[in-house]
């Protein structure tokens, strides 16, 4: 499986920026997919992923960082993974990688199977 995250970029704070990750090969929808972040001097952290429930219904979880600005989706039809992300604040600056795991657990504690090569979010003041 092969992520490609695109969608960074410049943004004033409060500005919005949608991030994508697009999988190629493998089965899209027995993976989780993950969203995170890691800036300068600083290790990675966990932004958000999305999963599905056993009835087939998309969960969701957040860092209490982003929750409530960020919201995770997925397009299993387009095999792509989406991270919205609202009233983005300075301290949002960091490069966002986007990962998968067929375990979920696994991939809220930042292990993946497979990681993209990340997408640069720069935001100012």
């Known amino acids: 499986v092969q992520l490609q995250a695109s969608g960074g970029g410049l943004v004033q704070s409060g500005g919005s920026l949608k991030l994508a990750c697009v999988a190629s090969g493998g089965i899209f929808g027995a993976y989780a997919l993950g969203w995170f972040r890691q800036a300068p001097g600083k290790e990675r952290e966990f932004v958000a992923a999305?999963?599905?429930?056993?009835?087939?219904?998309?969960?969701?979880s957040y860092s209490d960082s982003v929750k409530g600005r960020f919201t995770v989706s997925r397009d299993d039809g387009k095999a792509t993974a989406y991270l919205q992300m609202n009233s983005l604040k300075p301290d949002d600056t960091a490069r966002y990688y986007c990962a998968s795991n067929t375990n979920w657990s696994q991939l809220r504690r930042g292990t993946a199977d497979y990681w993209g090569q990340g997408t640069q979010v720069t935001v100012s003041s």
């Open positions: 999305v999963g599905w429930s056993a009835d087939y219904t998309p969960y969701t």
